[in-house]
């Protein structure tokens, strides 16, 4: 997978974008040139596309409040009298302090989980083909995670599995004191199936898998461009039902590692290695 998908996809775009608009607009404030100031609004603008094409799952209201204060920062007419310069700082102290709520509101999903050692537990996993793997004779990473936590692995995945298409797998999980690791829900996106629809599936699974006694990790999904429905969807559910996330980077990181996929997407034996060393490394007191 390319580079700069997989740097959109992780989300980090989000933050170059906010920081570089708000330089921008404070930058275009100071300066005195016509053309620097034209130069300056186009580089804010930029900004603003990174932000956006990140898809990261903000609520509406904000972005748009958010791009309102961005629109009329860049639209004010650069003159130097002093009313117009205190006009245009109050437009961008609003413009700033709204763009650090919006960092410090996605902040928190980036930070890494711990994730509770699952000692005496059985560890199942529910997820598509890249859990499943290409190769049938080659091990995946759940299977390799149990290896390394020495715990039974249970792994119901299969290629081309959705949401909903899943659930029918999460019903058999029996043990109730158990860990359940989550990779669901790319090929939602990829196939776009309704956000609607996701929601009902996804809520559907997570009250049959999130039952007293057992611990839920869910990968949070990378998303592309104007996907954020998917992902305002899965971290409402997620807080609903008390889901652990793992940060879309993880998954991202191992996706652009070298020689870690077959195709672009499905795990080569590195790809597998990694993704089972990657979650291993964020379970906690691993004794």
Not at 9 to 32: D, E, H, P, Q
Not at 142 to 163: D, M
Not at 179 to 189: A, F, M, P
Request: aromatic share 8%.
């Amino acid at each position: 997978m390319h580079p700069l998908v997989l740097e959109f996809a992780n989300g980090r775009t989000f933050f170059y974008g906010m920081v570089i608009s708000l330089i921008a607009c404070a930058s275009r404030l100071r300066s005195k040139g016509g053309k620097s100031r034209g130069a300056l609004r186009i580089v804010a603008i930029l900004g603003a596309v990174l932000v956006i094409a990140s898809a990261t799952p903000l609520p509406i209201w904000i972005y748009v409040l958010w791009l309102l204060l961005l629109a009329v920062n860049a639209a004010l007419p650069a003159r130097d009298e002093e009313r117009a310069k205190k006009r245009g700082w109050l437009v961008f102290g609003c413009l700033a302090v709204l763009a650090i709520l919006m960092m410090m509101l996605e902040a928190p999903y980036h930070l890494t989980p711990s994730i509770p050692f699952p000692r005496g537990k059985a560890l199942y996993v529910i997820g598509d083909s890249l859990s499943m793997g290409a190769d049938t004779q080659e091990q995946n990473w759940p299977e390799l995670l149990g290896v390394k936590a020495n715990v039974p692995v249970r792994n119901f995945s299969f290629g081309g599995a959705k949401v909903g298409s899943a659930l029918h797998n999460a019903e058999r999980i029996e043990a109730d004191d158990a860990l359940v690791i989550l990779e669901i829900g790319g090929n939602d996106v990829l196939y776009r199936t309704a956000v609607r629809d996701y929601a009902a599936d996804l809520g559907e699974l997570l009250a049959t898998v999130c039952q007293p006694g057992r611990q839920v990790v869910m990968f949070e999904l990378p998303l592309p461009p104007f996907h954020n429905g998917y992902g305002r969807v899965q971290r409402k559910l997620a807080r609903t039902y008390g889901v652990t996330l793992i940060p879309k980077r993880y998954l991202t990181k191992v996706l652009g590692a070298p020689d870690s996929t077959l195709d672009g997407l499905h795990f080569s034996h590195t790809g597998n290695e990694l993704m089972a060393e990657t979650v291993w490394r964020l379970f906690e007191k691993r004794g």
